[in-house]
């Protein structure tokens, strides 16, 4: 059983360009979060997806955007790349209702 | 009122010593509350969680302590062991709108020394 699968693990993006992230939910899974990770910092909430719709959303610019697919993946879009958007992109899965979350790798995003 | 404090940053324990690490929150709404074990390059992964009516959760060499009157946690790892070396952190989470989003601590780098 696959757990949570993100693509691609680095990326390497210049200032003002655009970058989509994509994510796999563990399979039996219908909820997808988006983590920022900076460096030497605990994860930040993005937003979650449920349903193909945004359920939550935390303090980001409108920059950030996500879309989930019928079959439960997630993809996350920068806008307008700026150098502190740098960072490692984590996404987790969960059920609906279900506390528990299991994440993946990450997309290891760095902004020249 | 939605932050989670982590206390040490850091940590150097001795083989076969025992590690803690604290975190504390002031939303009462908060209900459970999930610890994740971070290596280098790696995304985090889930060690142990606990919901406020428990006090006490033990899986193997790791333990949660869970004080509801003070809002503060604990994560205790008994026999402590080089593989251990990692970043570790707590979070805590609540219902809304049907599902869970975490509030994550700063984090605490452990280093557990042969």
């Known amino acids: 059983d696959a757990g949570v699968t993100q693509s691609p693990t680095h990326l390497i993006k210049t200032r003002g360009q655009q970058v989509t992230l994509r994510c796999s939910p563990k399979?039996?899974?219908?909820?997808v979060s988006w983590y920022q990770q900076a460096l030497g910092q605990g994860p930040q909430f993005i937003f979650q997806?449920?349903?193909?719709?945004?359920?939550q959303r935390g303090n980001f610019p409108d920059r950030f955007s996500g879309h989930q697919f019928p079959n439960y993946s997630s993809e996350l879009n920068v806008n307008a790349l700026l150098l502190g958007d740098s960072a490692l992109y984590l996404c987790?899965?969960?059920?609906?209702?279900?506390?528990?979350?299991?994440f993946g790798q990450g997309t290891r995003l760095t902004v020249v | 009122q939605q932050q989670v404090k982590q206390s040490p940053q850091s940590l150097i324990v001795q083989k076969g010593g025992i590690s803690i690490i604290n975190c504390a929150y002031e939303?009462?709404?908060?209900?459970?509350f999930p610890w994740y074990q971070q290596f280098p390059g790696k995304g985090p992964a889930l060690l142990i969680a606990?919901?406020?009516?428990?006090s006490e959760k033990k899986e193997g060499r790791f333990t949660i302590s869970f004080n509801k009157s003070a809002k503060q946690f604990s994560l205790h790892i008994m026999d402590s062991q080089p593989g251990d070396s990692a970043t570790y952190f707590c979070?805590?989470?609540?219902?809304?709108?049907?599902?869970?989003?975490?509030?994550f601590g700063t984090g605490t780098r452990l280093k557990v020394l042969a």
């Open positions: 987790a899965s969960s059920r609906r209702g279900v506390a528990e979350a299991f």
């Open positions: 997806y449920y349903e193909e719709e945004e359920r």
């Open positions: 606990i919901r406020p009516d428990v």
């Open positions: 979070a805590a989470s609540t219902r809304e709108r049907g599902t869970y989003k975490y509030i």
């Open positions: 939303n009462t709404a908060f209900d459970y």
């Open positions: 399979s039996g899974h219908d909820t």
